[in-house]
């Protein structure tokens, strides 16, 4: 199964206690770029946290955010950070200072910055938390990789469709060079003939030129191996798993295939269709990036 690497998980649990709110939402990243959000009474579990968060995910940019609700009321106790307030009150004083102010520093001021004074829970159980915590994060997690693998499988079918019209292509431009090789025998008879004044044209010099320019704006090596790419593309995406940076791999060598083809062509139908196949594989590569 192919997953996207955007998608959402909405995960809770409530205890008589307390209730416990997951949220888990991501884009696409090269790696894996875990961001979370949660109560500090909760900064004990962080690492508990990640380590359920890797079972889920392998790639992507993932914010997390926890809320926890204490129903026990009683267990909270009002802290008092004394080196944060003394952060605040000797940048007050150094503000004014500066801009040649009146100090007007009050304790109701002083009391309502962010972090001064602080609801913290008393005794809480910190295995008992986790158990509750752990419940809530498995069940966005899986809500999340549900819609990241819904996401994947529409990707998954698209990106197939194109795959499947692009080895079209490649068997048109294979197709092309016999009859390429033939206008251009004709153009070069009729071109010798003038030169020779209808005199008996000279078959091994023919023949040199025509290996010359076969040799020029041949492109078998190019489409068999864009052929090839094209194949184990779609088996990866048929096999599925965390297939992206494969991918990514595949279509910068399928792009370098085209490009190939493109430079060697002296033929307007040949030079469309490469055109079109750098169109259709940047289109894939864009939505490569979105794979997992």
């Given amino acids: 199964m192919i997953r996207s690497m955007t998608g959402f998980g909405h995960g809770e649990v ?3 206690s307390r209730k416990f709110t ?3 939402k991501a884009v696409n990243h090269r790696y894996l ?3 979370m959000k949660m109560p500090r009474i909760l900064n004990p579990l962080e690492q508990s946290v990640r380590n359920v968060l890797k079972e889920y995910v392998q790639r992507g940019k993932v914010d997390v955010f926890v809320t926890c609700e204490n129903y026990s009321q009683e267990q909270m106790l009002l802290h008092y950070n004394e080196g944060i307030a003394r952060q605040y009150y000797d940048s007050f004083q150094l503000m004014a200072q500066q801009f040649g102010l009146e100090p007007d520093m009050r304790v109701s001021t002083l009391a309502k910055c962010p972090e001064v004074l602080t ?3 008393g005794n809480e159980d910190v295995e008992e938390m ?8 498995r069940q966005a997690c899986e809500g999340f990789v549900a819609a990241r693998s819904r996401e994947g499988e ?7 469709s194109k795959l499947a019209w692009m080895n079209g292509e490649v068997e048109k431009v294979e197709q092309r ?3 390429i090789l033939e206008a251009y025998t004709e153009k070069l008879r009729v071109k010798l003939r003038e030169l020779m004044d209808d005199k008996q044209i000279d078959e091994t010099r023919l023949a040199t030129e025509l290996v010359i320019f076969s040799d020029k704006i041949c492109t078998d090596e190019e489409t068999v191996r864009l052929k ?3 194949n184990t593309m779609s088996s990866a995406l048929k096999e599925g798993g965390f297939v992206g940076r494969k991918l990514d791999f595949i279509a910068q060598e399928m792009n370098r295939e085209a490009n190939t083809i493109l430079s060697k062509s002296n033929d307007l139908e040949t030079s469309n269709l490469a055109i079109g196949l750098k169109t259709e594989i940047e289109k894939v590569r864009e939505q490569i990036q979105n794979i997992e």
Wanted: aromatic letters at 6%; glycine letters at 0%.
């Fill in 14 to 16: 409530q205890s008589p």
């Fill in 22 to 24: 997951v949220e888990i």
């Fill in 33 to 35: 770029d875990l961001n």
């Fill in 119 to 121: 609801l913290e829970s």
């Fill in 130 to 137: 986790w158990d509750d915590l752990e419940k809530a994060l």
């Fill in 154 to 160: 529409l990707l998954r079918e698209d990106l197939l």
């Fill in 177 to 179: 060079y016999p009859a």
């Fill in 228 to 230: 090839s790419h094209i």
